[in-house]
């Protein structure tokens, strides 16, 4: 972690960045965001399993874009979302410097983009093997249990959008939800709202997400949510042969391979 | 406040004979906003139109719903009528009870009950519309056309000749394509080459004609009236202003031994070559894939005899462009491959061979000169077996249609073998004789009759050489299946016509759909047969299905109709029901994000972007924007917007929830 203070000190100090985002220590024992703006600070910025917060969330919002050029510390589900930005044309390579993490919380440096694709190609964004044998169970229920299930599973939800606004894919200016000419989706937290909501993210999120599970994290429920993306990476995989984020434009759901399964036209 | 008029059709008793259309008109009569609603016999009759027109001005109508058959019929109809009166005609709705309603239901209840909701809903969707105005687009008026057989060169010469510009891109070193190739035609038996030949020199000298051969379609973008087409020059190695044909180049080549493609592997060629004596341009090519140069690195044969000195070995593939408003796609067909027949021996006994190979052995161009010699031994056969439907008509093989030229040359096939074999003998198997045509059921009766071909109706199980004879069984079906062994010195293969290898990847670099066998698909199978589903781009010939000289030349000159039909007007009027992507106030300037998902999901490439500038000139935001030329309105898009930033306008989200929420809370 010392070097990745190092580099953001120095690269605060030049004025190559004018705000680093990290993680550090929050008030009650967890880490949160950081935005160091002062070369002085750098030594507030930790780095350890907890930090699972996707930071790469805040490189779309206003409030952060307009302190100026960025830096982001980014362990494995940053650089995922980075490159998934950049593939929807969110960032641009010349507007951000990334300083990679590893697992052990050592710097990373990456020339580019690029660097950062080839470095993923080591990890594959699989769902792991217990998740997975809970979303075997969820798909293994008959049409009657599965809708008993996501009723019950959703409706504590009372609509905070924490989800969204924790999620780095969740960029929009306008969501959906808030589109009210017409309202396609209910503004109300009961039963079929919710449904409407969760099903209409996890379409929206189809072969954009990346698996960083920052929309459980934060909700306040403890809604398991990421289920339906998890459900919806384990199709992309096994139908489509997704292997995870690229730069290449376009996404699973916009584009078509030749060698792409058509089974499920019948 | 919307004013609605409802006017419901009784389509003679089409739609009345099973709704009560009276019932229909009161009911709607009573919805919020319809201010007039009535019904009538024949909506679309001139006094039908006046019962519309007269409504839009006595009740100050801001929105026509008519209840009665298709938009596709008569959506125009009625658009029209109100813009006659007044009223922008994408504020005119029509509802399909025939169809939707009395064609496919019972007199009941329900049904004048269904029809009532569908008014409902158009009602709700017409408070919606927004007045629009067709979309204007330029035209470039320069035609591609694709292929130099008889199709391409009959097209080019219609479109030329109506003082448009034709480039013609053939991907052989000579145009003339299939028909070339013929001995003589059906049902007249005049020789295929003498009629062909004068029409390719006139390509050739056409000035409006630019001919590039030797070359392919490497991308096509753009849309109708506005294409951009990059075209493959493949390498020649000889430089055409300089050549003068004289033939001493492909006289000296050393490489003699290569199967000529002309002759259907009959007879052979050189490296560098003009594939016929009669070929446009009569300049050769090298083929590097067997010149000992390119291969082995040394010869240069050419070179040294050739006086002008255009031999150029550094030549390389080059990539032109061209702006063209209208493509004609005419690549043709293939026929079926050596390994298809294996119970025929089709590439095992070299006296098997197709039936254009026959047409070589048989043209006075070919190989032999015209006379039937059997290619294994020279000899003139002395008993030679045609079998039809060689391949075709055949689901266990993949081909379930018929060739539909098979059994017309076929019969040309063996009266030519009579005419020229006095003594010989010929045996046609067939399954149906389908000479469907003008003369040409005379003709195959002529075959019969008069040149004395013994047709049997039955398939060949197998072929076999035994003893220097080909032994082909068969059986005659009208026999009753009695079981026929021919001892032969030569089977003909009427082989199955298939479409072109590559077809699958052009008509993907069109944007144009094919079918199962991958020929190119028509935009309708009656009505539109040399359009395709793109608009701007055409079909002719076989490239469409197998199909004959005179049919192949009606279709040419039906697309070149077309594309001068097109050329003939100043602009081209659209349908403005497009999408577009929606634009707000600064500083959002628009709620789309800019993500381009939809560039890439759009089958038309229809997504560009739009950059928004400050006064700078600094880039703000970049939008997603449509182009109106290019798109087709199909909606995907529309789907695919996280942020419902796109709609299609005439169906918009609004339209679309009104409509469905009409029914919901009804």
New interface residues.
Partial sequence: MDNVKKRAAELLKSEAVKVVIGYTMGTNGKPRAAFIQNAEDVDSLIFNAQCVQNLAVYLSKAEIKQLGKPAIVAPLNVLRAIIQLAS???IQENELIVLGVSPDGELIDFQNFSAIEKYLEDFNMEVDAKEKETLEKISSMSLEERWKFWNEELAECFKCYACRAACPMC??????VE?N??Q?IPVAAHRLGNLEWHIMRAM?LAGRCVNCDACHEACPKGINLNFLTKLMLNDAQEEFGYTGVTLK???L???FKTNDQENFIQ | MSRIGVFVCHCGENISATVDVEKVAQAAAGFDDVVHSVDYKYMCSDPGQTLIKQAIKEHNLTGVVVAACSPRMHEPTFRKACAEAGLNGYMCEMTNLREHCSWVHDRTEETTEKAIDLVRMLVEKVKNNKPLEPILVPITKTALVIGGGIAGIQTSLDIANCGHKVILVEKEPSIGGHMSQLSETFPTLDCSQCILTPRMVEVAQHPNIELITYAELDSLEGYIGNFKAKIRKKAKSVDHSVCTGCGDCWGKCPSKKIPSEFNAGLGSRTAIYVPFPQAVPNKPVIDKSNCNYYQKGKCKICEKFCKPGAIRFDQEDEIVEAEVGAVVVTTGFDVVKPEFFPEYGYGKYKDVITGLQFERLASASGPTLGEIRRPSDEKVPEKVVFIACAGSRDPAKGINYCSKICCMYTAKHAMLYQHKVHTGKSFVFYMDIRAAGKNYDEFVRRAIEEDKVNYIRGRVSTVYEKDGKLIVKGADTLMNGEPIEIEADMVVLASAGISNPGSEELAQKLHVSYDRYKFFAEAHPKLKPVETNTAGIFLAGACQAPKDIPETVGMASGAASKVAALFSQPELKREPLIAVVNRQMPP?FS?C?????????CPYNAIGREEIKDRNGNVIK?LARVNEGLCQGCGTCVA?C???SIDIQGFS??QM??EV?ALLND
Avoid: D
């Fill in positions: 929807e044309m969110q960029y929009c200016h306008k969501c959906a589109q000419k017409p396609w929206h434009e376009g996404n759901l916009s584009t | 959002v709620s994000v800019g993500c381009f998902l939809c560039e890439t999901a970049t695919f996280r942020t419902k989200n609004e929830y009104s929420m």
